[in-house]
């Protein structure tokens, strides 16, 4: 399941990258490396603008959807019993280390005031 949702994950992107290039910009854009340029003719200027307008957006909202569903349900190495094993790792007993006891004052020895 993980790996469906990643390979539409990656087609939807693909999918956006050529809506977004294919928009005219004032310049002209990348519409007519890809056959954009003339795409006006087929729908008329303003029905293909908001032609892929509309689909900029609806393809960027499932890549937002898709993103996080994915993050969400389907991570692998998601599950609490790694999560259990990580907690018992983290409470493993150190041996405490030998300190030298306390040096107690000389009989002879001055007191700082």
Not at 21 to 32: R, T
């Given at each position: ?110 007191q700082p005031k």
């Amino acid at each position: 399941m993980y790996t469906f949702f990643v390979s539409i994950e990656v087609l939807v992107s693909v999918l956006l990258i050529i809506v977004i290039l294919m928009q005219n910009s004032k310049g002209g854009g990348l519409a007519g490396t890809f056959g954009g340029g003339n795409i006006g003719t087929v729908f008329g200027v303003r029905r293909t603008a908001d032609f892929l307008t509309r689909s900029t957006t609806i393809l960027a909202t499932t890549f937002v959807v898709l993103a996080l569903l994915i993050n969400i349900f389907f991570l692998p190495g998601k599950g609490a019993s790694s999560k259990e094993s990580v907690i018992q790792n983290g409470q493993a007993t150190v041996p405490a280390s030998q300190l030298p006891p306390p040096s107690q004052p000389q009989p002879g020895s001055a007191q700082p005031k």
